[in-house]
């Protein structure tokens, strides 16, 4: 079996190739990244290592698509997945000639060796105004969603595959339900079996944490080197919640739908923490100062209640429902949400630095 994984080099993709080869060694690994995070770069020869052919390159370069030897499945895991991207300055063009025609090259490509497609997608396809406005109450320390309440695809459990993609999204989400259903469109009209994962927040040790992405690994990193933090939005209050998942828990179900033949499974799954595995900001300011003691002075106790308006995309609560997911594939995550931030904080102790290699 050969697999071609788009962004290989990036924190979600190396972390699942590492985990692929563990539960099956015999897998060939071909993988493409323009390196275009910081930080990225550091996994190359590791990944070189252990017998992955890494190329340097692009998803929108044809000419370096029609080298690559025919692969039997194409992980795709290739994107800029900034909700903010195209509206913080960036460019927007780029945000969707990457993410969007940069799937559509790998589609094609699919079609030209009868390969399978996987697409890690995201929760941010989901509908900002339909989650804005669920009924969120809160208490000192996190919104949270009332036990009893439930409508159309959401409960106390998190959101499910049925809940509104209604825009706005953001141009970063559309980019992906936009991928989404170009991916289901080729498979059927092509006959290659194509696999949609939309995945609640990643977390783990080495990712290339950042305000805008990564929030688990960046708030921890600048709390341990005593960076200046800030809550934004929500009155400066830090209630808002989101879920965690390692990016290690999807590789037994991805080798599983690589295997899979039939139609009877759902093509679109989330894949999340879930509430189990969920915490504000406020909770992961109070277990950093558990584990590491109180912020360095100039971070400064003023900046962690600072209150700007909600800035665009901003929502309370964002947990993912993956019931449909152990039900169809009797999936579930295994890394704790403890787990998940004592490893971060180990390999923070380990990499001082870690925040200088991946600014910018």
């Not at 060796?113 to 000192?140: C, D, E």
Request: net charge negative; proline share 6%.
């Amino acid at each position: 079996m050969k697999i071609l994984v788009t962004g290989i080099c990036g924190f979600a993709a190396s972390v699942l190739v590492r985990s692929l080869l563990e539960h099956r060694p015999d897998l060939t690994i071909i993988g493409i990244d323009n390196l275009s995070r910081k930080g990225s770069e550091t996994n190359i020869e590791p990944l070189r290592a252990l017998g992955c052919e890494i190329r340097i390159g692009d998803v929108r370069d044809l000419s370096l698509l029609d080298s690559l030897p025919d692969c039997n499945w194409i992980l795709d895991c290739a994107a800029n997945p900034s909700v903010l991207a195209g509206v913080d300055g960036s460019s927007s063009r780029d945000l969707v000639d990457q993410n969007l025609y940069g799937t559509v090259n790998l589609l094609e490509l699919c079609k030209k060796w009868n390969a399978g497609f996987t697409l890690m997608s995201t929760s941010r396809v989901y509908s900002i105004a339909a989650m804005a406005a669920l009924p969120i109450s809160h208490s000192a320390r996190r919104f949270e969603m009332p036990p009893t309440a439930s409508g159309p695809g959401w409960s106390h459990a998190g959101i499910t595959e049925g809940f509104s993609t209604q825009p706005p999204i953001s141009l970063y989400g559309s980019t992906k339900l936009c991928s989404e259903w170009l991916a289901l469109e080729y498979g059927e009209a092509f006959g290659f079996p194509v696999w949609i994962n939309r995945c609640g927040v990643l977390a783990g040790a080495g990712q290339f944490g950042k305000a805008d992405q990564g929030i688990f690994s960046y708030w921890i990193h600048s709390w341990m080197a005593g960076r200046p933090l800030r809550y934004i939005g929500f009155g400066g209050s830090g209630l808002q919640v989101r879920d965690c998942l390692h990016p290690r828990d999807l590789a037994s179900v991805l080798l599983r739908q690589i295997d899979h033949r039939g139609n009877d499974k759902p093509r679109i799954v989330n894949f999340s923490g879930g509430i189990q595995n969920s915490m504000s900001l406020k909770e992961l300011s109070s277990w950093c100062a558990d584990k590491s003691g109180s912020a360095a002075p100039h971070n400064d106790p003023a900046l962690l209640s600072h209150s700007d308006a909600i800035r665009p995309f901003d929502i309370p609560w964002a947990i993912l429902d993956s019931s449909l997911a152990e039900k169809t594939w009797g999936w579930k995550p295994e890394a704790t949400l403890k787990m998940i931030l004592c490893e971060i904080h180990d390999h923070a102790m380990e990499n001082p630095s870690w925040l200088d290699l991946v600014a910018g």
